[in-house]
């Protein structure tokens, strides 16, 4: 089946833009999560979905970023006023996060991720 | 001080050598311990998982939890130039995982 899927792949915008990033999950999953990676860096988590529960938003760095799931399915990060420090890697993970044993809940399966660039 | 720490590397070895990835935590609940693996512009994927303290070993990867002294280990044995890419760990209690900051292996031919 398919995998999670991030568009648009890279992104070039100049400062002040707003941009948005869409994740497609892995059909079934419940939780959804939003992280990102600058260049020899690790991940900074952003925000995590889990079903009908409210978002796990302690990550966001400033109210510029936001992030909406909609159906519980496809996820919208959105970044509004872009500031070149945003140039990052943004992963989209999802995971089951419920069922079948331990090893279902805890395993993120990730997108390939979106290049943004701001400029 | 983060709660997971990873030795930062970067590392370079030659082929066929044995290479020793390691995270120290200091959240005594996490009980679950994940190693991920992700190549130049692609999405971490998951290499390696377990659960509280041990060994599990898969093919050429051992990976090693000892939760009294909140360390854990991830052996490759006979390491390969398909094995270049950054290593990271991850780890998790109840809440959602968290993720060592990488480290980036390079295996030369």
């Known amino acids: 089946g398919a995998g999670v899927s991030q568009s648009p792949s890279n992104k070039v915008t100049e400062k002040g833009k707003d941009v948005e990033l869409r994740c497609d999950p892995i059909?079934?999953?419940?939780?959804l999560y939003w992280y990102r990676q600058s260049l020899g860096q690790g991940l900074e988590f952003l925000i995590y979905f889990q079903g009908n529960s409210a978002p796990d938003k302690s990550g966001l760095p400033s109210d510029r970023f936001s992030a909406e799931r909609t159906g519980g399915s496809v996820s919208t990060l959105t970044i509004q006023r872009t500031q070149q420090e945003d140039s990052a890697v943004y992963l989209c993970?999802?995971?089951?996060?419920?069922?079948?044993?331990?090893?279902?809940?805890?395993?993120?399966?990730f997108g390939a991720g979106t290049r943004l660039s701001v400029l | 001080q983060k709660e997971v720490e990873q030795d930062p590397g970067p590392l370079s070895v030659p082929e066929g050598a044995i290479v020793s990835l390691n995270c120290t935590y200091s959240?005594?609940?996490?009980?679950?311990f994940m190693w991920y693996r992700q190549y130049s512009r692609k999405g971490p994927e998951l290499l390696m998982y377990t659960y509280s303290s041990g060994n599990k070993e898969d093919g050429r990867f051992t990976a090693q939890v000892d939760k009294s002294s909140k360390y854990i280990s991830l052996f490759i044995r006979d390491s390969q130039p398909s094995d270049s890419a950054t290593y990271l760990c991850?780890?998790?209690?109840?809440?959602?995982?968290?993720f060592g900051d990488g480290t980036t292996l390079t295996v030369k031919p």
């Open positions: 991850a780890m998790k209690g109840a809440g959602k995982s968290t």
């Open positions: 059909s079934g999953h419940t939780a």
């Open positions: 993970a999802s995971s089951l996060d419920r069922g079948m044993g331990a090893l279902a809940k805890n395993i993120q399966y």
């Open positions: 959240n005594s609940a996490f009980q679950y």
